[in-house]
């Protein structure tokens, strides 16, 4: 196979890799969070005296990853010690109490009769049980495909049922959905329920911690990282990255379709992201870590950039249960927090706050917010960046980046560095720091050149070692080989320019095609967005008899704001707009149809104009 593992294939990979900005600045990262050179080397060495892994250094062919990597982990929480791991709804944990809960959670399920590669689903809200959960599995070599804990009734059933569960964690806010589609997920043989209400034949997860031990289990481990797509249409398929990301950590992951070293090159430039959003300078006066808050949902894919990494380098996670724009800033001044991830819509509801709330808070221990999932407008990165500032920051703090379930983590990189070099750049989602990118014409078949737009391809080590468990048949709808190399194609479109910074003008299925002419709905959004009464806009198609559809903005204002639909398309002409780019209705609304990371759900907004009317897509 194309990624089989081999020590000699390691050793040919090294040189490449040392010579890698990305490796260097990894190794940076992990010996300021590791405490320097002693805290590395006194990981190392509980890793490699555990388990009588010492021996191996004489034969590495004999070195089983599977035990090495789950050392590791339990070395550094052990290292780690009473450093805060988990700061979650009053309740703190240190790593060696957060171990030891693992530990009773593996032995548990375990004794359940999961084995490696059985599935564990959780449907848990943001809580410190949804991490814990996480690390047993991953102990025991058990993906954990996480449920977006919205979904209910019959979308419910078949997203569990799609990755054929043996056990399921969620909480017991939940019971009521759970017990009424129990019927239809007929692989689960456990149920396990978080909080104080435990309906009948099913099990109390403190108690299954009060009564295994905290004792090392079995381990075969397998990074159990395996969320959904977003799913705007249909059932989300499941994306598997326990293989991209665990191959070298497992003996238990599928190999990728590449070359070992070019998989070894992948998977540090996808980690590279945690280097170059300061993981080498950020470091808490007092834990001497990160601290990490986490203010959207741990099921979703791009919340796993704020927690993760934390995590592997020993920082603390602060997981909140509902996102609350006041707490938020709060929490960033009594947590001391230093990264989080957000999407677009937290920070608009943030500078939403009136004046003299935002002024409340001491924001300087903040040091990178990652901001991801739905477009975010140039004024709300400036904004932000004035607001942290001003409230003590010492340097610009938003950082963006741009990438999908499928392409697993950022794959752009949008730095202070950039804009502060070139204010344009705010516009944009970074530059193809974390991975491989390129822009595709399709209707000539060729590799565009700056400044054209076309569909933007991605390789990652996610996308190399991509399945759908369940549903395998759709993967060939997002690869694309192109000069015998494997692209993948996520349907969204943009150009390369100023230095090979990406800008993204919308997806395929949104583009409007007005009498045979190409609009992007996002940069007519990004005009309509600069009017001070606006909170923000959704461009979506509206059927026309003559011209096939044209654009109609779709308008939420800000709160106690007014505007007309004159004064909106009035300012879209004297912000530059012109001809069909200039949207034929605007149409305000009170709230958006949205996901919960808050990317606008267009379809739903396009529904109500096409009823009855034959869509282009």
Request: proline share 6%.
């Amino acid at each position: 196979m194309n990624g089989e593992k081999s020590v000699a294939g390691i050793l040919k990979a090294l040189p490449h890799l040392a010579g890698m900005e990305e490796t260097r600045g990894l190794l940076k990262v992990a010996l300021k969070q590791w405490g320097g050179p002693p805290g590395a080397l006194k990981i190392l060495g509980k890793t490699l005296t555990r388990g009588g892994l010492l021996p191996t250094l004489k034969d590495l062919s004999s070195l089983k990853m599977n035990q090495f990597t789950s050392s590791l982990f339990v070395s550094m929480w052990e290292t780690f010690g009473d450093r805060e791991a988990i700061v979650a709804e009053g309740k703190r944990f240190s790593y060696l109490e957060m171990r030891d809960r693992v530990f009773s959670l593996a032995n548990a399920l375990q004794a359940m009769g999961v084995k490696a590669k059985d599935a564990v689903a959780e449907d848990l809200f943001n809580c410190g049980e949804w991490l814990e959960a996480f690390y047993a599995c991953s102990l025991i070599g058990a993906p954990m495909p996480f449920v977006n804990y919205h979904l209910r009734g019959e979308e419910l059933q078949k997203t569990i049922a799609l990755r054929r569960p043996k056990v399921l964690i969620f909480d017991s806010e939940l019971s009521e959905e759970i017990v009424e589609i129990k019927k239809g997920l007929p692989t689960v043989e456990h149920y396990i329920v978080v909080g104080d209400e435990i309906p009948e034949g099913m099990l109390s997860y403190e108690a299954l911690i009060e009564e295994y031990p905290a004792r090392m289990p079995e381990t075969n481990f397998m990074v159990a990282l395996n969320p959904y797509t977003a799913g705007t249409t249909g059932i989300p398929k499941s994306a598997n990255y326990y293989d991209g990301i665990g191959y070298m950590l497992s003996d238990l992951s599928e190999p990728p379709r590449v070359s070992l070293q070019e998989y070894m090159d992948l998977i540090v430039k996808t980690f590279s992201f945690f280097y170059w959003y300061g993981g080498a300078e950020i470091q808490d006066p007092i834990g001497k870590n990160i601290r990490c808050i986490i203010p959207t949902p741990l099921y979703h894919a791009g919340t796993i950039i704020g927690w993760a990494p934390c995590m592997l380098f020993g920082g603390t996670i602060i997981p909140v249960r509902k996102f609350d724009a006041e707490q938020f800033l709060r929490l960033i001044e009594t947590e001391r927090a230093s990264w989080t991830f957000v999407a677009p819509t937290i920070l608009q509801r943030v500078l939403a706050l009136p004046e003299e709330v935002k002024r409340n808070y001491y924001l300087g221990s903040m040091y990178s917010i990652v901001c991801a999932a739905a477009p975010c407008p140039p004024e709300v990165k400036r904004d932000i960046n004035h607001l942290f500032m001003l409230q003590g920051a010492r340097r610009p703090v938003f950082n963006e980046y741009y990438a999908s379930a499928e392409i697993g983590a950022p794959i752009t990189a949008l730095l202070p560095e950039d804009y502060m070099q070139d204010p344009k750049r705010y516009a944009s989602v970074g530059k193809p720091r974390c991975g491989y990118q390129r822009i595709w014409i399709e209707e000539e078949g060729r590799w565009a050149r700056p400044g054209e737009i076309g569909r933007v391809l991605s390789r990652t080590a996610m996308t190399v070692s991509l399945r759908y468990p369940g549903s395998e048949e759709k993967l060939s709808e997002n690869t694309r080989i192109i000069e015998g190399v494997e692209w993948f194609d996520d349907g969204l479109l943009g150009y390369m320019e100023n230095g090979g910074y990406l800008y993204l003008t919308g997806r395929v299925k949104e583009m409007i095609i007005c009498g045979g002419v190409n609009l992007y709905p996002q940069e007519i959004e990004e005009v309509i967005l600069r009017h001070p009464a606006v909170f923000d806009a959704a461009v979506v198609r509206l059927p026309h008899p003559d011209l096939g559809e044209v654009p109609i903005a779709c308008v939420q204002l800000r709160q106690g704001a007014t505007a007309t639909e004159e004064e909106v398309l009035a300012f879209c002409g004297g912000q530059g707009l012109f001809g069909y780019k200039v949207p034929a209705r605007v149409e305000f609304l009170e709230e958006f149809p949205r996901h919960i990371d808050g990317k606008v759900i267009k379809r739903d907004l396009e529904e109500r104009y096409w009823e009855g009317v034959e869509r282009r897509g």
